[in-house]
């Protein structure tokens, strides 16, 4: 069946160049073509899956497999696979450099407001996002997992991106309860030295976060970084001009 680029980014939310891509990761890993699906139907799978949320049932009717343990494997061996091809290759610190992202990937209006234009300085943003979960049978888990604000079960990633919006990596995810807030979360990364942080950033790089990293500006200070961070008013009425446009800088 020959589907149009819209159709495949309906599916799948890629293009079909996109898609040809992504297929290319699985050509060379020890998945093949079987008697009820190809390398190219397993990989729509995976993807119908992540795009649509459709169950197992429907996905065995719609890719024409005898069950929904034939999908559930066909899942399983995709998942493997891009995790071991795929990834490596495109996120966290070591598929890219640090020169390469200030080079490549370090707006000019970034550059200019917080580092006077060095050129050799590294700026990455960082801050927590959600990925909502269904609620879980294990009762310790499920308490770890639900999130007061909100109210919902999630699990929190803590991504590293460059100020052009290009991701370096993804840390985690991390329980959401209340133990688990970004500050926590950052100071755990910084001293485990998750995923080799600190070989790849250096002393006085910067590090744009938002709020909710306050109690973990000291540890990334201590550490040689240069934080930035919108202003606290601490009992005052309004913020200073220069706080105002502190805080402009970090929403820019």
Not at 133 to 142: D, H, M, V, Y
Not at 159 to 176: E, L, Q, R
């Amino acid at each position: 069946l020959s589907l149009s680029d819209d159709e495949y980014q309906i599916l799948t939310s890629l293009t079909k160049v996109q898609f040809e891509d992504l297929a290319s990761y699985l050509f060379d890993s020890n998945i093949r073509n079987s008697s009820n699906r190809s390398i190219r139907n397993a990989l729509a799978i995976l993807l119908c899956k992540l795009r649509l949320g459709l169950s197992l049932n429907i996905l065995a009717v719609l890719f024409q497999l005898p069950d929904k343990k034939a999908v559930s494997r066909s899942l399983k061996t995709v998942r493997t696979a891009l995790m071991t091809r795929f990834v490596p290759s495109n996120l966290g610190f070591n598929h890219i450099t640090r020169q390469e992202i200030i080079d490549q990937h370090t707006s000019t209006m970034a550059r200019r407001l917080m580092c006077d234009a060095e050129s050799n300085t590294a700026i990455v943003v960082i801050d927590g996002t959600y990925i909502y979960i269904q609620k879980s049978r294990n009762n310790e888990f499920q308490r770890k997992s639900f999130n007061l604000y909100k109210k919902r079960s999630l699990l929190k990633p803590m991504i590293i991106v460059s100020t052009t919006g290009y991701v370096i990596a993804c840390i985690g995810p991390f329980c959401s309860n209340y133990s688990n807030n970004d500050a926590s979360i950052m100071n755990n990364i910084l001293h485990r030295n998750t995923e080799n942080i600190l070989n790849w950033l250096k002393k006085d790089d910067i590090v744009v976060v938002d709020r909710g990293f306050r109690d973990s500006v000291h540890t990334m200070e201590s550490l040689g970084l240069n934080v930035v961070l919108p202003p606290f008013l601490n009992g005052r009425r309004q913020f200073t001009t220069t706080e105002v446009n502190q805080s402009k800088y970090v929403t820019k």
